[in-house]
């Protein structure tokens, strides 16, 4: 469907209230118009992630970051096609493959559209040579691991503990990590240790929580320099950090206290344009777990949910293939 046979419509897919998957409601709606200094995206795949099966759920307006409505809509990551531009927008133009991230919690519409309008500034060229689906799983996860590196600073050389390694935000963020001259000890499962070494993991360690500090602390004497806590640990990551290291967690709410001298900080996503490029520059490795219609949206978030995926789930507006 295009803008100009699309009869001032558009189908997207929005949480009618609270709860399980049968809140998921495909609908018909006005498209929406981009304003000075954004951009109408035509959404050709939109990636469903853990933070949408916690809006559709209700935790978000438990936990006090988004206040209660009748209708949320759903979907942060995008892949398409720039279908129309906003005043004053010169950097991108129509016809023009792009990816994006929409990082506003309390809104009526997300990604899962055919259509999406974000801020300029949080839009990047697609990368060369990548479909839409596999392009579509970049924006939220790799600046989720881009901006939480920032925050622990490690230096070329230091050591990093990364949990939930295999990951999406896990796997990109040892990508990175081993890019900045860090090295990385990935805590992952068995079958994933050989995945783990080929994004550039130097040591990998079991996923039992509780012996994670020793796992740890007996490759690295003393502890790590620092730990990107992904799974959501708290306390037990903490424990392998060296006194006086750094504490991430991408995993709101699982902030363990500053022991022993540690920096600890929650990792909250902003969009970043400039930085999303940055990262489609970077031949990332790219995992799509599998590819659904915008009409198989429950199906998609049951299948999160039951855990287990590698790479993410990503729903094609026009088609199931990739």
Known sequence: MSAENAGGT????VARGYGGAEVLETVTVPLPEPGPGQIRIRVEAATVNPVDLASRSGALVEGGLMAARSCTGLGWDVAGVVDRLGAGVTAFAPGEP????RDLLDVSLGTYAEYVVLDAAAVAPTPPGVSPVAAATLPLNGLTAAQSLDL???APGDTLLVTGAAGAVGGFAVELAVRRGVRVVAQVGSADREFAYRL?????VGRDAQALAAEVRRV???GADAVLDTAGLGIRALAAVRTRGAYVTAAVGTAPP??????VHEQWISADGVALAGLAALDLTLRVADVLPLEGVARAHERLAE???RGRLVLAPSAGGH
């Open 10 to 13: 558009m189908r997207a897919v």
């Open 98 to 101: 792009v990816i994006g991230l």
């Open 152 to 154: 622990l600073r490690p």
């Open 200 to 204: 550039g993991a130097e040591w990998t």
């Open 220 to 222: 690295i004497p003393g």
């Open 258 to 263: 500053p022991l022993r001298g540690i920096r």
């Open 307 to 309: 855990g287990g995926l």
